[in-house]
């Protein structure tokens, strides 16, 4: 099992702050919304140095979802900013009508996702976003694992066209993946090659899964990690490749067990290699007030929950 | 400079054409809102062919042109008719209305490439705002032509109308001219039994904006309304023309009620119907 050194932890809502202020930088065109939340969000420097491009929004989530939608018209590439709650379930129909079914190239940015956002509770902890953004036509899923990706991501996705959403959190974490990677949409990545289990994780769940790969190593188990940074499109040759050689999956996530990348990943292993596979995810339910740790600890989103998956998945393996 | 130019006398007659195509369009299919597009056609055959300067080469982006959105997206048929009538399409095309494969959807959408429209409109509410961020970026990239968006009456009903208005009015938007349809009719009634709407006037400049009122159904008075409109842009706050029609206006059995929202007429209604709709120049498609 390889090694992730790391010198520092930290919030991956901070990565999508730098990769902003370094688009404002270098593209023109990029302009920033945000709904009452721009130092939740770390706008706040794409605010102070662009300030002609910032447009304060308030407490109206939905029209910044429309303005948002109207300010492609004219060639601008809006990035709104606000929690991932407000983000989807909020204005699931603006973003519907007025910017997938329209195509437009608009970038919304989501940060406290998941249970992790803590003490606020279940009001703010959305664990269906994924999913209905995935089930969006022309929509992308990407849900980066640590500050320098959810930088390089940001930054990437100004240079596609259409729509995206970004999906990101509050709590700090190791900040392992490289600060000059190059994002590749819907591009898995491959974290440590394995024979007995495929691992499959996103967001703050990759470096779960990379601890999880430490403890089945010292039971004797070779697990394959790859990073789904991107849910939509998903990569499904890498998945269909890894689990030709392993024969088993476990799927890992902060989000609801229902749409997220457990069902995404089923999706491509019903229709091609039927193959078991476990969920790491949260078991339909609501969340509540805790710290982070407490929380992804009671309800199943540990290292030792994915370990305990991955046990199950190979004892499942046709012998 | 608006493509066409039309003297009023020509704008009647070519607005008889376009009543003429709706009642038509939504006959063929048996679906459609009659009643809103009979009502606003005055309005758009104002815009199309006087007042908005712009290009039937259509490009997205409407750089350096004035730009239109239909919100309250359910009275497609007009804006389809004096689309294809102004020059964006082929009249014919009107025919495919509702159908399997067309471009001109139930609501209008861009999904299939149809020429002048930018967004897709339905879901009712959402037009204000992405007029509005169309507005912005028009001053963002220094661009002084100006965007117009039609609401329903019934549709301020929506909470999202509002946050667009207090947003506007905050960031001097004032390059947009929004217009209500006051027709006082929505599916279920009529504005004052279903949902009173009180004092538009009083609540849209309670919020910030520049308040206009005129007769949407009267050339003589409405192209001097949206002239006026225009002259209130540029200075600090955004417009709104509120604009009193009656529903189904042109055709006598259509008038004045909600029944006609959503309905579409039967053979001899529509013969009856074309037969008050008469053209100087007909061309039906």
Request: aromatic share 8%; glycine share 10%.
């Amino acid at each position: 099992m390889k090694d992730f050194p790391f010198t520092e932890k930290k919030d991956t809502r901070s990565g999508f702050g730098a990769g902003l202020l370094e688009l404002g930088r270098t593209n023109p065109n990029v302009v920033g919304l945000c709904a009452d939340l721009t130092g939740s969000l770390k706008m706040d420097a794409f605010q102070k140095e662009f300030p002609e491009r910032f447009f304060q929004v308030g407490i109206a989530e939905a029209n910044m979802i429309g303005l948002a939608a109207g300010m492609t018209i004219g060639g601008k590439i809006p990035f709104t900013g606000t929690f991932a709650n407000f983000s989807t379930g909020r204005v699931y129909d603006q973003i519907r009508q007025s910017v997938a079914y329209s195509g437009k190239n608009v970038k919304i940015c989501a940060s406290h996702a998941g249970l992790t956002l803590g003490e606020d509770g279940a009001t703010h902890q959305i664990l269906e976003d994924l999913g209905m953004m995935r089930m969006l036509p022309h929509m992308t899923v990407i849900n980066p694992c640590d500050y320098n990706q959810t930088k390089a991501a940001t930054i990437a996705i100004a240079d596609h066209e259409g729509p995206v959403y970004l999906r990101f959190g509050r709590p700090v974490i190791p900040n392992f993946t490289p600060a000059d990677q190059k994002f590749e949409i819907g591009k898995a990545l491959m974290l440590n090659e394995g024979t007995d289990v495929s691992i499959f994780a996103t967001g703050h769940l990759v470096w779960k899964a990379i601890l999880a790969g430490h403890i089945l190593a010292e039971k004797g188990i070779n697990a394959e990690i790859i990073n789904i940074h991107t849910i939509k499109p998903l990569d499904a040759e890498a998945i269909l490749k890894s689990v030709a050689k392993t024969g088993c999956a476990v799927t890992a996530e902060e989000h609801n067990r229902f749409g997220g990348l457990g069902d995404a990943v089923a999706q491509v292993l019903i229709a091609n290699t039927p193959v078991p596979q476990e969920y790491v995810a949260v078991n339909d339910t609501f969340g509540e007030s805790g710290t982070p740790d407490q929380l992804m600890e009671k309800y199943g989103l540990t290292e030792n929950d994915i370990v305990a998956a991955a046990e199950r998945a190979i004892s499942r393996k046709s012998k | 400079m608006n493509p066409h130019n039309k003297s009023i006398e020509e704008l009647k007659d070519i607005a008889a054409q376009v009543r003429r195509d709706i009642v038509r369009m939504v006959h063929a299919v048996n679906s459609g809102h009659p009643g809103g597009s009979l009502g606003c056609t005055d309005y758009f055959v104002s815009l199309y062919f006087k007042v908005m300067n712009y290009s039937t080469d259509f490009k997205m982006n409407g750089e350096g042109e004035d730009l239109f959105f239909l919100s309250n997206g359910h009275i497609s048929p007009v804006w389809y008719s004096t689309l294809a009538r102004a020059g964006f399409f082929d009249v014919k095309e009107l025919a495919t209305f509702r159908k399997l494969n067309s471009r001109l959807q139930g609501h209008p959408a861009t999904e299939e490439g149809l020429e002048g429209i930018r967004i897709a409109s339905g879901s009712l509410g959402q037009g204000l705002s992405v007029a509005t961020g169309a507005a912005q970026v028009k001053k963002l990239n220094k661009d002084n032509r100006l965007v117009y968006v039609l609401m329903g009456d019934g549709e301020v009903e929506e909470g999202q109308v509002w946050e667009a208005a207090m947003y506007a009015a905050h960031h001097k938007v004032d390059n947009i001219i929004a217009t209500i349809d006051l027709n006082g009719q929505q599916i279920d009634g009529s504005t004052e039994e279903v949902m009173s709407l009180g004092s538009l006037r009083a609540k849209f400049e309670a919020f910030g904006w520049t308040v206009l009122e005129t007769s949407g159904n009267n050339f003589e008075t409405l192209i001097p309304s949206l002239e006026q409109a225009k002259a209130e842009t540029g200075k600090g706050k955004p417009v709104m023309l509120l604009m009193h029609t009656e529903m189904g206006y042109g055709v006598d059995f259509m008038m004045g009620s909600h029944k006609w929202h959503g309905v579409a007429p039967n053979d001899e209604q529509l013969e009856i119907a074309l037969q008050q709709l008469m053209v100087k120049h007909a061309s039906d498609y």
